[in-house]
């Protein structure tokens, strides 16, 4: 799906930089109306600083769009982030209805959606959004080669 | 692993009644030190009340005692839920790095640990904890019964 990653993705992984800077793991994340593709939230990972083991991007934007709509569910929205969910947030995603699922890097080791669990393809997941992976992958995974070649 | 629920299951199982008696479907958890027993954290399903798809039980105890340690792994915890979790909730577990798992009622429809994706049974799943099922676990199914016979 490379190379030119859409204007939103190129925000995702402008949070997921900006959570790198953080000491964080980089991953971003979008959520926008699907209709309007406005942005309801933007995030990147905050499990170091919040100390929330549950606080990766894709959860922070569902839960502070699902505050702003005032619903749990979010049926007429679009998620964006860097990398392929992993299995917790792909679960959340079925449970907040969200319609398409757009991702950049693809994640062998802890994915959830083409990888380990693939959470939506599960007979009882109630809710399959429409998927795309593979988006702007290229500068997605380099975001995260750069932090993780940095540690060592 | 009938008829006699613990005490902190009874504890949970108070608190997926509050869950119910505010028109959530009912499930409660506690969190507690693994060595003493203390209780960390302790709440029902708020899914409906924050308008949060991410505000299962299981999930606020995780947040709310990683909030009060300080650190988002919790290595040294013990959780107790009313129901098996759901894939969400299992993938939060093992994020979190939960010693051991106790539940109630079995899933078949919705959970994500004896069932649907196993979670903790992928190769990639990174911390499988210890899992006890059916601690009382009729009277977390009743509790569950009764408030979807009063739906219709």
Redesign the interface.
Known sequence: MDPTPNPIMEQALAEAEAAGKRGEVPVGAVLVAAQTNEVLAAAGNR??E??????HAE?LV??EA??R??????ADCDLIVTLEP???C???IS???IRRLTFGAYD?????VD?????FD?????HRPEVVGGVGETACREVLQAFFRDLR
């Open positions: 499990v170091e919040l100390g929330d083991p549950t606080a959860i569902i839960r699902a505050a709509l005032g619903a749990p569910r979010l992993c299995p917790m792909a679960a959340a449970l907040a209805r062998p080791k802890g994915g959830g990888h380990g669990p693939r959470i599960q007979s009882t997941c109630h």
